[in-house]
């Protein structure tokens, strides 16, 4: 895979190696991933537990080093200063000085980016407005909810003004009003000209959100692209739901049947449509309903996921 000049984040053949435990077992987190991040993007990383999506992050964010491969952001190799002073950065679990408050927490970080006196302050209040904090500036941070946390962590990922934005799993412990919120601050990030980095176990958000994706499974990319090409190539579904004593089979590359009720539902291509339904009236069996949908970034998640599953071995802080 050759380098994209135009990209903004450039990863190649990016490997991490962890010994863990008494007896150092070894654990292959990231085995030879490659990916790229147009500039000005919004860009969905998505993976089950264990997938490597932290491990990347933290190499992204230079919090942790590689075991090979190279990882560049603005051309530059990742942990240099000059890149750390462009970027922003939301880990999993945000953690803060828990007796200052929101307003003091945040005028620390802008301190540590050299932003000083009334821009400190013009810009602390500024992003406590921005993520719905600006009525709790003055609450000690112990006081907060694990929503209002992760609000004040996305705050602290944006006081420098960054180019770059990283947040892995911005979503946790937001309500439906709060990941909505979220998802127009990345709205607004990119209108100005952001690029936006984020993982999520949330796969409508990202469907939402995202211009493209990458999907990690077990260390590796098993896929990337933009999400409504990727969506596209998985094609679309059929359902089928049918009342019957007996058991049926779903044809081959098909799903089912599934018991909802005292229904069986089938998931179907379009192609096997016409012949499963001649089965099923040969069987004696009801059709209740026949609903065509589109594919969504989940369908093709799991999909993807349950193909792969066994392929690898090992697993990902």
Do not use: W
Not at 93 to 110: H, I, K, M, V
Not at 201 to 213: F, G, K, P
Not at 274 to 281: G, R
Request: with cysteine; glycine share 12%.
């Amino acid at each position: 895979m050759s380098i994209d000049s135009s990209a903004l984040i450039s990863v190649r053949d990016l490997k991490k190696e962890f010994r863990l435990g008494v007896r150092l077992r070894r654990v292959d987190a990231l085995k030879g991933i490659s990916f790229d991040v147009p500039g000005g993007a919004v860009f969905g990383f998505l993976g089950p537990n264990g997938a490597g999506k932290t491990t990347t992050i933290k190499i992204l964010a230079g919090l942790i080093h590689s075991s090979s491969g190279s990882a560049s952001i603005f051309g530059e190799a990742v942990g240099a200063s000059s890149v750390g002073a462009r970027l922003g950065y939301l880990p999993e679990q945000p953690y803060f000085y828990d007796y200052l408050s929101g307003r003091e927490t945040l005028l620390f970080y802008a301190s540590l980016f050299g932003l000083k006196g009334d821009l400190a302050v013009r810009r602390s209040e500024e992003l406590l407005d921005r993520v719905g904090l600006g009525h709790a500036g003055d609450r000690a941070v112990r006081k907060y909810s694990k929503g209002m946390m992760q609000r004040l962590g996305i705050a602290q990922a944006l006081i420098n003004d960054p180019e770059l934005i990283i947040l892995d799993e911005p979503m946790s412990g937001l309500d439906p009003i709060g990941r909505k919120e979220v998802r127009d601050l990345m709205f607004e990030l990119k209108r100005a000209g952001k690029t936006v980095f984020f993982s999520s176990h949330i796969l409508s958000d990202i469907e939402m959100a995202c211009d493209r994706v990458a999907i990690i499974n077990e260390g590796q990319i098993i896929e990337s692209g933009s999400v409504s090409d990727l969506v596209a190539r998985a094609g679309d579904l059929v359902e089928v739901f049918i009342r019957s004593e007996a058991s049926l089979e779903a044809p081959e590359g098909s799903k089912g049947p599934e018991l909802v009720g005292d229904l069986h539902r089938f998931e179907l291509k379009p192609g096997s449509v016409d012949s499963f339904l001649a089965q099923v009236l040969d069987s004696g069996a009801s059709i209740v309903s026949v609903v065509p949908r589109k594919t969504t970034l989940e369908d093709l998640f799991v999909q993807e996921i349950h193909s792969h599953r066994g392929e690898g071995k090992g697993g990902a802080p």
